[in-house]
């Protein structure tokens, strides 16, 4: 990337006085809220743009009616710390809040899955837990400003819980796998930040079910979908997780694609997405990695799609040599 000398980062520089007590209790709140992270003591700083900036000024109009002081300016980073570091404070920051939403969850799968002749929670009162779970995902996801390393695994983990909370494939519904007829130009709608179940499955799409396919990303859980819009991976998604199947494995049945090819490189995505070692791939862990850096590079998703899509590719070409 370029350097330039634009300012990256807003600082709000606040003095807050000690009474009433209660003002900085609700500033405090409020920048927790924003997702920003102190610096120094009173000075806290957001990536540079125009909601932040009308953020940092509606909380600077809060302190000053209190009876505090307070400045919003535009920053670079010279010496000292670095972007690396401020940014590495915010994925801490989020890490932090994945990993407490993550303890909820385990906590809650737990309870669906006890070994009891009455599970600890009823599949009514898990739906509503991770609907409460999702929603605050989608709060903390909206301040993830850097991506941070934890979201994936606590996206994998819900995944699991609404898979655990799908009633099980009736047998009719088997005998009837493989015998949909392949949609034609259709709006095929996930959650965005994709990763390797989602860009799988999106390569699969275009490239055995759906030429014509379009992408659309959303945050997730409540979005109405419009009339010819399919939706994939999420939440009460067409096709999603069902047992323990994976996406991917399941556009694979739905659709009867059998093909030796991607047999294979559903394996290695079962493997890397439910991380159950179900099929212990050696391949896995080096994709892995590879679909991790590619997520890293980029932020856009049409651009993850773009990438990954010449790493299934290639996946594919291998195995079907190896199967010829």
């Known amino acids: 990337m370029p350097e330039t000398n634009d300012p990256r980062w807003l600082l709000l520089i606040h003095q807050i006085p000690p009474k009433p007590a209660y003002l900085r209790v609700k500033v405090g709140r409020r920048l927790q809220g924003l997702g920003a992270v102190a610096v120094k003591n009173s000075v806290y700083v957001l990536p540079r743009s125009e909601q932040a900036l009308e953020d940092f000024q509606w909380v600077r109009r809060e302190i000053v009616s209190g009876g505090g002081d307070a400045s919003v300016c535009e920053a670079r980073f010279v010496e000292g710390l670095s972007d690396e570091t401020v940014e590495a404070s915010f994925n801490a920051a989020r890490d932090a809040d994945y990993a407490e939403m993550a303890r909820q969850a385990r906590a809650l799968q737990q309870g669906l899955t006890a070994r009891r002749k009455r599970p600890a929670v009823s599949p009514e009162q898990g739906l509503a837990a991770l609907a409460r779970m999702r929603r605050r995902l989608e ?53 965005s930040g994709v990763h390797v179940d989602r860009i799988a499955s999106a390569w699969l799409i275009r490239r055995f079910v759906d030429r014509e396919a379009r992408f659309k ?108």
């Open 139 to 191: 709060e903390v996801a909206a301040i993830d400003f850097f991506s941070a390393g934890a979201r994936e695994a606590l996206e994998d983990l819900l995944a699991a819980i609404e898979s655990a909370l799908r009633p099980p494939a009736s047998p009719g519904r088997e005998k009837e796998a493989g015998k949909m007829a392949p949609p034609r130009g259709r709006t095929w709608v996930t959650r």
């Open 217 to 324: 990303f959303v945050r997730g859980q409540g979005y109405v979908p419009e009339p010819d819009e399919l939706r994939f991976d999420m939440f009460e998604a067409e096709f999603t997780h069902e047992g323990e199947l994976c996406t991917f494995e399941v556009l694979i049945r739905r659709f009867g694609l059998a093909d030796p090819g991607l047999r294979h490189i559903a394996e290695i995505v079962h493997d890397i997405d439910l991380k159950d070692t179900k099929f212990s791939r050696p391949e896995a862990l080096g994709i892995d990695h590879l679909i991790a850096g590619i997520a890293m590079r980029h932020q856009d998703d049409e651009a993850r799609l773009s990438d990954g899509a010449a790493v299934f590719e290639g996946l594919y070409a291998f195995f079907k040599r190896k199967e010829r």
